[in-house]
Protein backbone atom coordinates (compact mmCIF):
# COMPACT_ATOMS: atom_id res chain seq x y z
CA UNK A 1 0.00 0.00 0.00
CA UNK A 2 2.68 2.28 0.81
CA UNK A 3 4.68 2.00 -2.61
CA UNK A 4 1.12 2.75 -4.37
CA UNK A 5 0.51 6.03 -2.28
CA UNK A 6 4.59 6.68 -3.05
CA UNK A 7 4.31 6.25 -7.23
CA UNK A 8 1.10 8.41 -7.52
CA UNK A 9 3.17 11.14 -5.61
CA UNK A 10 5.96 10.03 -7.83
CA UNK A 11 3.67 10.40 -10.81
CA UNK A 12 2.00 13.68 -9.67
CA UNK A 13 5.20 15.12 -9.08
CA UNK A 14 6.49 14.42 -13.05
CA UNK A 15 3.48 15.84 -14.19
CA UNK A 16 3.65 18.81 -11.81
CA UNK A 17 7.28 19.40 -13.38
CA UNK A 18 6.16 18.92 -16.42
CA UNK A 19 3.49 21.22 -16.49
CA UNK A 20 5.60 24.05 -15.60
CA UNK A 21 8.82 23.34 -17.37
CA UNK A 22 6.50 23.83 -20.25
CA UNK A 23 5.29 27.07 -18.47
CA UNK A 24 8.33 28.51 -17.96
CA UNK A 25 9.48 27.82 -21.47
CA UNK A 26 6.23 29.45 -22.93
CA UNK A 27 6.61 32.77 -20.22
CA UNK A 28 10.43 32.65 -21.72
CA UNK A 29 9.25 32.69 -25.11
CA UNK A 30 6.41 35.47 -25.07
CA UNK A 31 9.07 37.39 -22.42
CA UNK A 32 11.66 37.63 -25.54
CA UNK A 33 9.03 38.52 -27.93
CA UNK A 34 7.42 40.94 -25.64
CA UNK A 35 11.36 42.38 -25.16
CA UNK A 36 12.27 42.76 -28.94
CA UNK A 37 8.26 44.38 -29.33
CA UNK A 38 8.79 46.81 -26.64
CA UNK A 39 12.04 47.68 -28.08
CA UNK A 40 11.06 47.96 -31.58
CA UNK A 41 7.81 50.29 -31.03
CA UNK A 42 7.48 53.35 -29.59
CA UNK A 43 4.16 52.66 -28.80
CA UNK A 44 4.59 50.53 -26.28
CA UNK A 45 6.29 51.79 -23.32
CA UNK A 46 7.27 49.56 -19.91
CA UNK A 47 6.91 50.78 -16.73
CA UNK A 48 8.59 49.47 -14.08
CA UNK A 49 12.42 49.60 -12.34
CA UNK A 50 14.00 48.30 -14.33
CA UNK A 51 11.99 48.50 -17.49
CA UNK A 52 12.95 44.92 -17.85
CA UNK A 53 10.29 44.10 -15.12
CA UNK A 54 7.36 45.60 -16.47
CA UNK A 55 7.93 43.54 -19.98
CA UNK A 56 8.23 40.14 -17.57
CA UNK A 57 5.24 41.41 -15.64
CA UNK A 58 3.22 41.77 -18.94
CA UNK A 59 4.84 38.79 -20.26
CA UNK A 60 3.46 36.88 -17.62
CA UNK A 61 0.51 37.59 -17.80
CA UNK A 62 0.10 36.84 -21.64
CA UNK A 63 1.42 33.82 -21.52
CA UNK A 64 -1.30 33.09 -18.76
CA UNK A 65 -4.00 34.02 -21.25
CA UNK A 66 -2.48 32.44 -24.49
CA UNK A 67 -2.07 29.00 -22.15
CA UNK A 68 -5.95 29.40 -20.78
CA UNK A 69 -8.49 31.18 -22.29
CA UNK A 70 -6.92 32.34 -26.04
CA UNK A 71 -7.71 29.16 -27.44
CA UNK A 72 -11.47 29.07 -26.40
CA UNK A 73 -12.16 32.82 -27.23
CA UNK A 74 -10.24 32.33 -30.73
CA UNK A 75 -12.53 28.65 -31.37
CA UNK A 76 -15.64 30.45 -30.28
CA UNK A 77 -14.94 33.43 -32.36
CA UNK A 78 -14.05 31.99 -35.27
CA UNK A 79 -16.91 32.29 -37.57
CA UNK A 80 -17.42 36.03 -36.81
CA UNK A 81 -13.71 36.25 -37.71
CA UNK A 82 -13.92 34.51 -41.12
CA UNK A 83 -16.49 36.74 -42.04
CA UNK A 84 -14.80 39.60 -41.01
CA UNK A 85 -11.65 38.50 -42.75
CA UNK A 86 -9.86 38.58 -39.58
CA UNK A 87 -10.93 41.73 -37.98
CA UNK A 88 -12.50 39.85 -35.04
CA UNK A 89 -9.19 37.97 -34.55
CA UNK A 90 -7.10 41.14 -34.37
CA UNK A 91 -9.46 42.78 -32.22
CA UNK A 92 -9.19 39.71 -29.74
CA UNK A 93 -5.41 40.27 -29.98
CA UNK A 94 -5.90 44.05 -28.82
CA UNK A 95 -7.89 42.89 -25.97
CA UNK A 96 -5.73 40.33 -24.48
CA UNK A 97 -2.81 42.65 -24.90
CA UNK A 98 -4.93 44.94 -23.01
CA UNK A 99 -5.99 42.75 -20.59
CA UNK A 100 -2.36 41.75 -19.49
CA UNK A 101 -1.10 45.24 -19.54
CA UNK A 102 -4.02 45.88 -16.85
CA UNK A 103 -3.06 42.70 -14.66
CA UNK A 104 0.48 43.77 -14.89
CA UNK A 105 -0.11 47.28 -13.79
CA UNK A 106 -2.98 46.63 -11.38
CA UNK A 107 -1.21 43.51 -9.92
CA UNK A 108 2.56 44.24 -10.08
CA UNK A 109 2.61 48.20 -10.35
CA UNK A 110 4.55 47.52 -13.53
CA UNK A 111 3.86 46.29 -16.91
CA UNK A 112 3.86 47.56 -20.63
CA UNK A 113 1.33 50.52 -21.50
CA UNK A 114 -0.08 50.28 -24.86
CA UNK A 115 -0.83 53.41 -26.70
CA UNK A 116 -3.48 52.01 -29.23
CA UNK A 117 -5.22 49.65 -31.24
CA UNK A 118 -2.32 49.96 -34.19
CA UNK A 119 0.50 50.10 -31.72
CA UNK A 120 -1.39 46.75 -30.69
CA UNK A 121 -1.81 45.08 -34.30
CA UNK A 122 1.81 45.68 -34.43
CA UNK A 123 2.74 44.53 -31.85
CA UNK A 124 1.27 41.11 -31.96
CA UNK A 125 2.47 40.52 -34.97
CA UNK A 126 6.22 41.01 -34.10
CA UNK A 127 5.11 38.68 -30.72
CA UNK A 128 4.05 36.33 -33.20
CA UNK A 129 6.77 35.96 -35.57
CA UNK A 130 9.28 36.48 -32.88
CA UNK A 131 7.68 33.76 -30.75
CA UNK A 132 7.39 31.38 -33.71
CA UNK A 133 11.86 31.98 -34.01
CA UNK A 134 12.14 31.43 -30.72
CA UNK A 135 9.89 28.56 -29.81
CA UNK A 136 11.67 26.79 -33.12
CA UNK A 137 15.54 27.50 -31.66
CA UNK A 138 14.29 26.20 -27.95
CA UNK A 139 12.32 23.92 -29.15
CA UNK A 140 9.35 25.09 -27.37
Do not use: E, Y
Not at 60 to 83: E, R, W
Amino acid sequence: MRSDVMGRRGCGTAWHNGVMSSFLSRWLVVFIAAGVMVALLPGMTPIGDPPVAGVAAFAFFMAIINASIKPIVHMLALPFSILSFGLVALIINWLFMRLASWLALSIFGMGVVIQGFLWSVLGSLIMAVVSSLVGGIIGD
